[in-house]
């Protein structure tokens, strides 16, 4: 489907008052700018990669398995090994390698199990608060926390460098 010329002009609008007011702004606001419009399309990208994923559970008739009890926690490998499905609290996301290798840092190297879930909690309320928001996790004492630490234990180990 294509955009409505509606809403096509509106963003031709928008774009041109951003384009006027962005040569206003210093470097540090331009900075800041652009580190929140990549934010944005990230954000974007992370929905259209849960569509797709949701589609291709569809697709293959198991929508009803991929949906996990609202308690648990699992991970499953794309096939090109590029992303990690993670279902969580009855929701499924999805991360990018890249995404998921802090997780892992954080629970082998946190001093404690209470530790461990402070940052995971700290750094996914910073990085993906979709994930929070869609399993329902609103604190760092929630059972899905937990869950998530044992999950990320039970299948990834850390690398030595």
Same mark, same amino acid.
Do not use: W
């Given at each position: 489907?294509?955009?409505?010329?509606?809403?096509?002009?509106?963003?031709?609008? *928008?774009?041109?008052?951003?384009?006027?007011?962005?040569?206003?702004?210093?470097?540090?606001? *331009?900075?800041?700018?652009?580190?929140?419009?990549?934010? *944005?399309?990230?954000?974007?990208?992370?929905?259209?990669?849960? $569509?797709? @994923?949701?589609?291709?559970?569809?697709? $293959?008739?198991?929508?009803?398995?991929?949906?996990? $009890? @609202?308690?648990?926690?699992?991970? /499953?490998?794309?096939?090109?090994?590029?992303?990690?499905?993670?279902?969580?609290?009855?929701?499924?996301?999805?991360?990018?390698?890249?995404?998921?290798?802090?997780?892992?840092?954080?629970?082998?190297?946190a001093q404690t199990k209470s530790d461990a879930l402070s940052q995971l909690f700290t750094y996914l309320s910073r990085e993906r608060r979709d994930i929070l928001a869609d399993a329902?996790?609103?604190?760092?004492?929630?059972?899905?926390?937990?869950?998530?630490?044992?999950?990320?234990?039970?299948?990834?180990? *850390?690398? /030595?460098?």
């Amino acid at each position: 489907m294509g955009k409505s010329k509606a809403a096509t002009s509106q963003r031709a609008h *928008l774009i041109k008052e951003l384009t006027q007011t962005v040569k206003r702004v210093d470097e540090e606001g *331009l900075l800041f700018l652009l580190r929140q419009a990549k934010v *944005l399309v990230r954000n974007a990208e992370v929905e259209e990669l849960n $569509r797709e @994923a949701d589609k291709l559970a569809q697709t $293959r008739g198991r929508k009803a398995q991929a949906q996990p $009890r @609202a308690g648990s926690v699992g991970f /499953e490998d794309s096939p090109d090994g590029k992303m990690v499905f993670l279902s969580i609290g009855g929701t499924r996301k999805v991360l990018s390698v890249e995404e998921l290798k802090p997780l892992v840092r954080i629970c082998y190297s946190a001093q404690t199990k209470s530790d461990a879930l402070s940052q995971l909690f700290t750094y996914l309320s910073r990085e993906r608060r979709d994930i929070l928001a869609d399993a329902g996790i609103g604190s760092r004492s929630h059972g899905l926390l937990e869950a998530l630490f044992y999950a990320v234990r039970q299948k990834y180990k *850390l690398k /030595e460098r």
